[in-house]
């Protein structure tokens, strides 16, 4: 099929990295030039796992990019992959989804050709039917046969997003007609997954729902972790023989210092935003954003507690993503932690095997190291914040510190002498 892919970011890069490997011929629309060249040389701007391989084996073979919508109107079915930030007042931000909806449906203008557009950013509920559907339908002066639309939500995890669209646990495709959800379930074709078919509004909820029970579980297991450290429990434990229940399942019970990243944060606020307009309060989506935001400031409490003040004092940052495997640092707990210790007077010395770069963006004026050994060297203290798997094997290095003063947010260290933010 010819698909046309709206957006380079995280989702439309690697969407349409993955649509090419399954043999359709892809165009990806991205308004950012640096990002064009970038991608038109074979790379990725932006750190995931496999995704130069891919980039590199499909770019301007079945996988073209551009900045225009000129092959719109040639496609079978466009997907909308822009992003939806969050807005001052925790709302999403439907300014880029209103924009590629007048780019699309003037393309598209007095089409004949039967098209589908699908919408695959995460938006709230009805804003496909309320903004999108109208705007292209207003712009295109498209007859009602000749269009169809679609909210086919993704569920990448980012570090491991190519995997996650080839070997999905579900797709999810809420469409304005029967014809228009087939024809987006043939784009699928090959992947080995259930296809969940429903109306558009309930597959915007399905992604917001999922996003909000996992950040559920995370804030849960995080505040039985602040129990179980206080009556010397491993919560680890605890969590392993809870997790064995096939009705929980073990996965998003890690204890820590909660959670971070593109989706989580900006969509709870988004659905609590929708409750609110709804007049309904939800008081348990509030409570996960309550224990979440105050669960890295309970590592800074707990240096304190163990060295005094922090004026002067120079403190190890390892881990600058919100996760492993990628270079985002979208809401990453670092940030609060760093901020939190430069207030206090600290000397910050931070490290990331990729996110150092994006980090500096936000945070200049600390000090970017190499190596995990270049940010322990004399070290009052080490903070432990992304689950990278080289930190599990840090010995030695942390014999450079001044003192062995080490606490994780992340169970990933294997060194005796560390201290959990929950166990």
Request: hydrophobic content about 40%.
């Amino acid at each position: 099929m010819r698909i046309s892919v709206v957006g380079g970011g995280y989702v439309g890069l690697v969407s349409s990295a993955c649509l090419a490997e399954l043999g359709h011929s892809v165009n990806l629309i991205e308004i950012d030039k640096k990002k064009v060249t970038c991608i038109k040389s074979g790379h990725s701007p932006i750190f995931e796992d496999g995704l130069d391989e891919m980039l590199a084996k499909h770019i301007n073979l079945n996988l073209k990019i551009s900045s225009d919508y000129n092959d719109v109107p040639l496609s079978d079915a466009t997907f909308i992959c822009v992003g939806t930030p969050q807005s001052h007042d925790g709302s999403a931000d439907l300014s880029m989804i209103k924009a590629a909806s007048h780019s699309i449906g003037n393309v598209l203008r007095d089409s004949e050709k039967y098209h589908v557009v699908a919408v695959k950013s995460t938006v709230p509920p009805s804003t496909t039917q309320q903004l999108v559907m109208p705007i292209i339908l207003e712009n295109g002066r498209i007859k009602d046969q000749n269009i169809g639309f679609v909210m086919n939500p993704e569920f990448l995890r980012e570090g491991r997003a190519i995997q996650d669209f080839m070997k999905p646990d579900r797709i999810v495709i809420g469409s304005s007609d029967i014809k228009a959800g087939d024809l987006i379930a043939t784009v699928y074709h090959g992947l080995n997954a259930p296809v969940v078919r429903t109306g558009i509004t309930e597959a915007e909820m399905v992604k917001y729902a999922s996003n909000a029970f996992l950040a559920t579980k995370i804030s849960f297991s995080n505040e039985i972790g602040n129990i179980c450290k206080r009556l010397g429990i491993d919560v680890y434990e605890v969590m392993k023989g809870v997790g064995l229940d096939h009705r929980i399942n073990p996965y998003f019970l890690n204890a820590g210092a909660g959670f971070g990243g593109s989706c989580f944060p900006k969509d709870i606020m988004a659905l609590i935003h929708l409750a609110e307009r709804l007049e309904e309060d939800p008081i348990l989506l509030k409570s996960i954003i309550t224990v979440n935001e105050h669960q890295p400031k309970r590592m800074v409490d707990m240096l304190e507690k163990k060295i005094g003040s922090l004026s002067g004092k120079k403190v190890a940052v390892l881990g600058l993503a919100f996760k492993d495997n990628t270079d985002d640092v979208r809401d990453s707990r670092s940030i609060g932690v760093i901020l939190d210790l430069k207030n206090k007077g600290a000397w910050v010395a931070a490290y990331d095997p990729k996110a150092n770069v994006s980090m500096r963006s936000i945070i200049p004026d600390i000090d970017y190291c190499s190596s995990a050994a270049e940010a322990l060297k004399n070290a009052d203290a080490c903070l432990v914040m992304t689950e990278w798997p080289e930190f599990s094997s840090l010995e030695k290095e942390f014999d450079l510190m001044k003192s062995r003063i080490i606490i994780e947010g992340r169970k990933i260290l294997s060194c005796a002498d560390c201290e959990g933010i929950c166990w």
